[in-house]
């Protein structure tokens, strides 16, 4: 599994597997975040499987499925679920891309620096540009 590390607090990884979660709880993840939607590649593991091997391993999960487009409502859900994190949080969909955007995203809605943002994406190997107007729109607005 190839993490890749945002920021401290946030990391991102291609689709994990439920034997992968332990070990994530392991290297000190407090919150599991799963951006996938159930049956978006034939053979991926359901939420439902990511999130019985969370509570076996003691991680908190949250599932915030996104597909073809960041609607208000995951945003929110994410600022939610990064505020609420007892500790440093992992975020995976099927290439960390889609994890990275929407963590960009609510970032900007509490007023971050954009550049900042874009920054933190790229050391970690992700171009923000698909949601950069959005973020400096969010930023400026928060």
């Known amino acids: 599994m190839e993490i890749r590390r945002v920021?401290?607090?946030f990391s991102v990884a291609p689709q994990v597997a439920p034997e992968d979660v332990a070990a994530l709880?392991?290297?000190?993840?407090?919150?599991?975040?799963?951006?996938?939607?159930?049956?978006e590649e034939p053979g991926q593991p359901t939420a439902a499987e990511i999130a019985?091997?969370?509570?076996?391993a003691g991680l908190?999960?949250?599932?915030?499925?996104?597909?073809?487009g960041f609607p208000r409502e995951a945003i929110?859900?994410?600022?939610?679920?990064l505020d609420k994190a007892s500790g440093p949080v992992f975020a995976f969909c099927r290439t960390g891309t889609r994890s990275t955007l929407l963590w960009s995203l609510a970032q900007?809605?509490?007023?971050?620096?954009?550049?900042?943002?874009?920054?933190?994406?790229?050391?970690?190997?992700?171009?923000?540009?698909?949601?950069?107007a959005a973020v400096e729109q969010l930023s400026a607005t928060s």
């Open 60 to 68: 908190e999960f949250r599932h915030i499925p996104v597909a073809g």
């Open 52 to 56: 019985a091997s969370a509570a076996a």
């Open 25 to 39: 709880k392991a290297q000190g993840f407090a919150l599991l975040i799963s951006n996938r939607p159930d049956g």
């Open 7 to 9: 920021t401290d607090s």
């Open 108 to 132: 900007a809605s509490k007023g971050c620096d954009p550049q900042e943002i874009a920054a933190a994406a790229a050391r970690a190997g992700y171009d923000i540009a698909p949601v950069r």
């Open 76 to 81: 929110a859900a994410t600022c939610e679920a």
